[in-house]
């Protein structure tokens, strides 16, 4: 992939990556999978669509916070009652969603086992007008375009 420049008309979408918790090599990746991984990533990066990728640790490391009418809860990790939990995330600007999705199953492909989720990202236009108006006193847009490249 060429090196491109980021174009407004372009997307971000988020590619969730979800593991068998119950399988510790998932969490334990070999070097090969390592040099793998670090080659797509480095496509990734080259070509420009790569704006954020990061692994996470497996769930005894997290807590999920649950808000609900009744109140807040804090649940600690591991989370026994999933079998796939979220091992890491990239977001992408991509031209579409095709795009989003042929990146994904390359991803995937480096996996013995896994499951991709592709998702595209809310941006400000995306909100209906009087949202975007309402909003307008807020400099989200401002915000979010100095996370973004």
């Known amino acids: 992939m060429a090196p491109s420049t980021v174009r ?18 998932a969490w334990n ?5 390592i040099e793998a991984m670090g080659a797509f990533m480095t496509e990734c990066a080259e070509s420009g ?39 890491g995330f990239a977001v992408l600007q991509v031209d579409s969603r095709e795009q989003a999705i042929e990146l994904g199953q390359r991803f995937a492909g480096l996996f013995e086992e896994v499951s991709v989720e592709v998702r595209r990202v809310m ?3 995306d909100l ?15 915000v979010q375009g100095g996370l973004r490249p």
Request: charged share 30%; glycine share 10%.
């Open 49 to 87: 669509v790569l704006l954020a990728a990061e692994g996470v640790h497996d769930s005894s490391e997290g807590a999920i916070i649950r808000k609900t009418g009744s109140g807040t809860s804090v649940t600690d990790g591991p989370f026994t009652e999933a079998r796939e939990v979220i091992g």
């Open 123 to 125: 941006e400000f236009e």
């Open 128 to 142: 209906p007008d009087d949202v975007q108006t309402q909003q307008g006193s807020h400099d989200i847009e401002a």
């Open 29 to 33: 990746p070999s070097p090969e999978f």
């Open 8 to 25: 407004g008309d372009d997307m971000r979408y988020l590619l969730i990556h979800k593991l068998d918790e119950s399988r510790p090599e």
